[in-house]
């Protein structure tokens, strides 16, 4: 099981920009998919964007975010851009051998302990 450290979550008002970053110390991400999830307060926890061969983003996020990933540092960022209110939540990084494609969470078994993300209006 790969283990993940997130960072960069943190405060944010309406319209500005966070990068989060996904880690994995001692592993390399060549042979992974890595996505990124959220989870809102009462709400199941939703697919935000995905790296493999190809990228996958939710239509919530489709150019506001952008996922992207350095394997030279073997970490993975999700620049996020024009942040809204509804965007608070927990942000997951998660990362599978397994990838289906279209980012479904039952592909992932290793996840990071998240990042808390707060928009405010």
């Known amino acids: 099981e790969v283990q993940l450290v997130e960072s960069g979550g943190g405060l944010v008002q309406a319209g500005g920009s966070l990068r989060l970053s996904c880690a994995a110390p001692?592993?390399?991400?060549?042979?992974?998919?890595i996505g990124w999830f959220r989870q809102a307060p009462g709400k199941e926890r939703e697919g935000v964007s995905c790296?493999?061969?190809?990228?996958y983003y939710a239509d919530s996020v489709k150019g506001r975010f952008t996922i992207s990933s350095d394997n030279a540092k073997n970490t993975v960022y999700l620049q996020m851009n024009s942040l809204k209110p509804e965007d608070t939540a927990v942000y997951y990084c998660?990362?599978?051998?397994?990838?289906?494609?279209?980012?479904?969470?039952?592909?992932?078994?290793?996840w990071g302990q998240g990042t808390q993300v707060t928009v405010s209006s």
């Open positions: 998660a990362a599978t051998l397994d990838y289906s494609g279209s980012c479904p969470r039952t592909d992932f078994g290793s």
């Open positions: 001692g592993f390399t991400f060549d042979d992974y998919a």
């Open positions: 790296i493999s061969s190809i990228t």
